[in-house]
């Protein structure tokens, strides 16, 4: 046993790079995005760090091109799951035992290899396979992914040296265990950085984990099992286990073994979860901790100080980046009725000028939402609100999914502030405003609060401070990020720790100890180096 403390607290956020005209990263990425588009590979399952093929298969196909066929992937049965189940726990008599800082070594590691040479594979299989732009890629399946490994090592070490007061004559210590059985993660398709985090939290903290990625971005799933392995992750501490929901969790959430759950995706599928938990709590060993993310309808609360201008360039990012398809995305705005007119002649201008098409071409703005069951499912709104006369399609609306899942970006003008696409989250390309009358903000601050089951993300948009104090008050349980003057997207790991409550989640905080701590189970230890030696109290004695 080695005898030092290791010091991470110099850790930085990963730079984003431009890949501008005549960038080295530029250059690199084009290649790599020819190379991944024309090559077709296979994908297994891998548990116990052994490639399984089931011959039960599936297509990985580009969204913006769904003809084309990036990978043919094998799908886990009963079988594999029982497998994966036992990999984890052999996997786990070694791995739990490590030191924290072998542990944290893998994944400082593997974040340096993807700051290199890593960098331009795992964005171009993020680009192809989930129709994300250059800058989306970048900021998602590069940086974030970097930071969430090192920062996360450095938020092991500062809960390993939180420690109780030792009185003298005692020694008091704390030991925090990695949770008993596995740990089951399950990741949505828009974040290669949710993917990974939800896997390799548990694991940093000595936990063993079955990840079921979604089944729309497997490859870059692959691409970063094959990334672990390549920094030195010992086998079984992650298995890889695409499948359907059904066969996958109907088989992992009753088992006695279940010590923990890190989900992101619909609210629907994490309640459903959550109550098969809850009709198997007599079942467990231990309570499985249950962390998730489901979701958000987030708003964009602008008032009559607020720069117009940045308004504008804030809600076509916040509303449009990846097509919407961010829990953190800008779904509502409540406009002043002072501003209206002036704000729908800029906003229709600038959003004219955004380009769609495939990603390999870096001049779009665009892409194609991910996959069929979305497609149909945001035009099903959209048609809602053509059909109404509680709303009206003020931009956009289209749709053409014969090559790709394209969707035009779309605003809706809600005439009743609880028009379905005011309240339900879409998770696609669509803006649904409600004009309010310039004497009702802090009334309209209430209906902003009450209108929507979710507590995600927010902003508020003014120059006047006690209107921004009024927004932060009113509003202080809407979102769980919040944003003054800015866009209710792209929270930073260390700088803005994400997460929400209502519908929302659990708020454990992705990118901050908030979240490592839920995978640990503390034990406290006192050590007595002078111990009594009679029971007899001393009021026990005669006067």
Same mark, same amino acid.
């Not at 659990?506 to 995978?519: C, F, Q």
């Given at each position: 046993?080695?005898?030092?403390?290791?010091?991470?607290?110099?850790?930085?956020?990963?730079?984003?790079?431009?890949?501008?005209?005549?960038?080295?990263?530029?250059?690199?990425?084009?290649?790599?995005?020819?190379?991944?588009? %024309?090559?077709?590979?296979?994908?297994?399952?891998?548990?116990?760090?052994?490639?399984?093929?089931?011959?039960?298969?599936? @297509?990985?196909?580009?969204?913006?091109? /769904?003809?084309?066929?990036?990978?043919?992937?094998?799908?886990?049965?009963?079988?594999?799951?029982?497998?994966? =189940?036992?990999?984890?726990?052999?996997?786990?008599?070694?791995?739990?035992?490590?030191?924290?800082?072998?542990?944290?070594?893998?994944?400082?590691?593997?974040?340096? #290899?993807?700051?290199?040479?890593?960098?331009?594979?795992?964005?171009?299989?993020?680009? #192809?396979?989930?129709?994300?732009?250059?800058?989306?890629?970048? =900021?998602?399946?590069?940086?974030?992914?970097?930071?969430?490994?090192?920062?996360?090592?450095?938020?092991?070490?500062?809960?390993?040296?939180?420690?109780?007061?030792?009185?003298?004559?005692?020694?008091?210590?704390?030991?925090?265990?990695?949770?008993?059985?596995?740990?089951?993660?399950?990741?949505? &398709?828009?974040?290669?950085?949710? !993917?990974? %985090?939800?896997?390799?939290?548990? !694991?940093?903290?000595?936990?063993?984990?079955?990840?079921?990625?979604?089944?729309?971005? =497997?490859?870059?799933?692959?691409?970063? +099992?094959?990334?672990?392995? !390549?920094?030195?992750?010992?086998?079984?501490?992650? %298995? &890889?286990?695409?499948?359907?929901?059904?066969?996958?969790?109907?088989? =992992?959430?009753?088992?006695?073994?279940?010590?923990?759950? /890190?989900?992101?995706?619909?609210?629907?599928?994490?309640?459903?979860?959550?109550?098969?938990?809850?009709?198997?709590?007599?079942?467990?060993?231990?309570?499985?901790?249950? *962390?998730?993310?489901?979701?958000?309808?987030? &708003?964009?609360?602008? /008032?009559?100080?607020?720069?117009?201008?940045?308004?504008?360039?804030?809600? $076509?990012?916040?509303?449009?980046?990846?097509?919407?398809?961010?829990?953190?995305?800008?779904?509502?705005?409540?406009?002043?009725?002072?501003?209206?007119?002036?704000?729908?002649?800029?906003?229709?201008?600038?959003? @004219?000028?955004?380009?769609?098409?495939?990603?390999?071409?870096?001049?779009?703005?665009?892409?194609?939402?991910?996959?069929?069951?979305?497609?149909?499912?945001?035009?099903?709104?959209?048609?809602?609100?053509?059909?109404?006369? @509680?709303?009206?399609?003020?931009?956009?609306?289209?749709?053409?999914?014969?090559?790709?899942?394209?969707?035009?970006?779309?605003?809706? #003008?809600?005439?009743?502030?609880? &028009?379905?696409?005011?309240?339900?989250?879409?998770?696609?390309?669509?803006?649904?405003?409600?004009?309010?009358?310039?004497?009702?903000?802090?009334?309209?601050?209430?209906?902003?609060?009450?209108?929507?089951?979710?507590?995600?993300?927010?902003?508020?948009?003014?120059?006047?401070? #006690?209107?921004?104090?009024?927004?932060?008050?009113?509003?202080?349980?809407?979102?769980?990020?919040?944003?003054?003057?800015?866009?209710?997207?792209?929270? $930073?790991?260390?700088?803005?720790?994400?997460?929400?409550?209502?519908?929302?989640?659990?708020?454990?905080?992705?990118?901050?100890?908030?979240?490592?701590?839920?995978?640990?189970?503390?034990?406290?230890? @006192?050590?007595?180096?002078?111990? *009594?030696?009679?029971?007899?109290?001393?009021? +026990?004695?005669?006067?």
């Amino acid at each position: 046993m080695n005898n030092y403390v290791i010091n991470l607290k110099n850790i930085k956020n990963e730079p984003v790079k431009s890949y501008a005209p005549g960038s080295p990263e530029r250059a690199e990425l084009k290649k790599m995005l020819e190379k991944i588009h %024309n090559e077709q590979i296979e994908i297994p399952l891998i548990i116990g760090g052994k490639e399984i093929y089931t011959g039960n298969t599936g @297509k990985v196909v580009e969204p913006h091109n /769904h003809q084309h066929v990036l990978a043919t992937y094998h799908k886990a049965g009963p079988k594999e799951i029982e497998m994966a =189940i036992e990999a984890a726990r052999e996997a786990k008599k070694y791995w739990a035992s490590l030191p924290w800082e072998h542990r944290a070594s893998v994944f400082l590691k593997a974040a340096e #290899l993807l700051s290199t040479s890593w960098r331009a594979t795992l964005n171009a299989a993020t680009m #192809l396979n989930q129709s994300k732009t250059p800058f989306q890629a970048e =900021i998602d399946s590069a940086c974030e992914v970097i930071d969430f490994w090192r920062f996360n090592s450095k938020y092991m070490s500062e809960i390993f040296t939180a420690q109780p007061d030792s009185p003298q004559g005692q020694l008091n210590r704390m030991d925090y265990r990695p949770l008993e059985g596995f740990i089951f993660a399950v990741s949505p &398709f828009n974040f290669t950085s949710i !993917a990974a %985090n939800l896997a390799t939290a548990p !694991a940093m903290m000595g936990n063993t984990v079955l990840w079921k990625p979604a089944s729309t971005a =497997i490859l870059s799933g692959y691409y970063l +099992m094959k990334l672990y392995e !390549a920094a030195g992750m010992p086998p079984g501490v992650i %298995n &890889f286990v695409p499948g359907s929901g059904a066969t996958v969790g109907n088989i =992992i959430l009753p088992h006695p073994e279940l010590a923990g759950i /890190h989900f992101t995706g619909s609210t629907n599928t994490f309640q459903t979860m959550w109550s098969i938990v809850g009709k198997n709590i007599r079942k467990y060993k231990a309570y499985p901790r249950i *962390v998730g993310e489901t979701g958000g309808k987030d &708003f964009v609360f602008v /008032h009559p100080s607020a720069d117009l201008d940045a308004v504008v360039a804030n809600l $076509v990012r916040g509303a449009y980046e990846y097509q919407g398809q961010k829990c953190s995305a800008a779904s509502r705005a409540y406009i002043p009725k002072s501003m209206w007119n002036e704000f729908i002649s800029k906003f229709e201008a600038e959003v @004219k000028t955004i380009k769609m098409g495939d990603v390999m071409d870096f001049s779009v703005f665009m892409s194609a939402v991910i996959d069929e069951n979305a497609f149909d499912s945001i035009m099903g709104y959209i048609n809602e609100a053509k059909n109404s006369d @509680k709303a009206e399609v003020l931009i956009g609306g289209n749709g053409d999914k014969s090559k790709g899942y394209f969707i035009e970006p779309t605003l809706i #003008l809600a005439k009743d502030p609880h &028009f379905v696409t005011m309240e339900e989250e879409i998770f696609g390309p669509v803006l649904t405003v409600y004009v309010y009358d310039d004497d009702k903000y802090e009334e309209t601050l209430h209906l902003c609060d009450q209108t929507s089951p979710y507590g995600l993300t927010g902003a508020v948009f003014a120059t006047d401070r #006690l209107a921004i104090q009024k927004a932060e008050e009113i509003l202080r349980w809407s979102a769980g990020n919040f944003y003054i003057n800015d866009k209710p997207t792209g929270a $930073v790991v260390n700088q803005q720790p994400f997460g929400g409550s209502r519908a929302s989640g659990t708020n454990d905080k992705a990118g901050s100890y908030l979240n490592l701590i839920r995978w640990v189970t503390p034990r406290n230890i @006192k050590e007595t180096f002078a111990p *009594v030696r009679d029971y007899r109290y001393p009021y +026990m004695e005669e006067e």
